[in-house]
């Protein structure tokens, strides 16, 4: 039992001191461990958080706050394309002057301008409006937030 646990905890010390970017990734669940990121879901945490998904949360690390730390991975132009091609098909019935939700192409975002604020908007809703939660991969999320921009 000992040696087991010598070899965990072994592993997860040459983890953080060797892998790149696992240092990073500690910090972070750290930082939700002791309850500091109430703002991001573990789910999406867990999300994040994995390699290859473009995410770079090392500022979340030296500030807390999502809303100014986290900021929009998917930005090039084919982003921009697939945003735009999602947000006609699902968002723009209700986002366009004279919708249920408001015209977004103003520029005026009430509930928060920041990339998160964006994508909290697009992934959970907004409670007590028109505004219903999109359970979208990750990446489409992103994408539209780009668009939006």
Not at 12 to 38: D, F, I, N, Q, Y
Not at 42 to 60: A, C, D, Q
Not at 64 to 73: E, K, Q, S
């Amino acid at each position: 039992m000992v040696l087991i646990l010598v070899l965990a905890l072994g592993t997860a010390v040459w983890m953080v001191t060797v892998t790149p970017g696992a240092r990073w990734r500690a910090g972070v669940v750290w930082l939700k461990l002791e309850g500091r990121l109430s703002d991001v879901r573990w789910s999406e945490l867990v999300e994040m958080l994995r390699p290859g998904t473009g995410m770079y949360l090392v500022p979340l690390v030296e500030n807390p706050n999502p809303f100014m730390a986290i900021t929009n991975p998917r930005t090039d132009s084919a982003d921009v394309a697939a945003g735009a091609h999602r947000f006609a098909a699902e968002c723009v019935s209700c986002h366009r002057e004279g919708g249920a939700g408001p015209d977004l192409g103003r520029g005026v975002f009430v509930h928060g301008a920041s990339d998160w604020a964006l994508y909290q908007s697009v992934r959970h809703g907004i409670v007590g409006t028109a505004m219903p939660p999109h359970p979208w991969p990750l990446k489409d999320i992103w994408q539209v937030v780009a668009y939006i921009r």
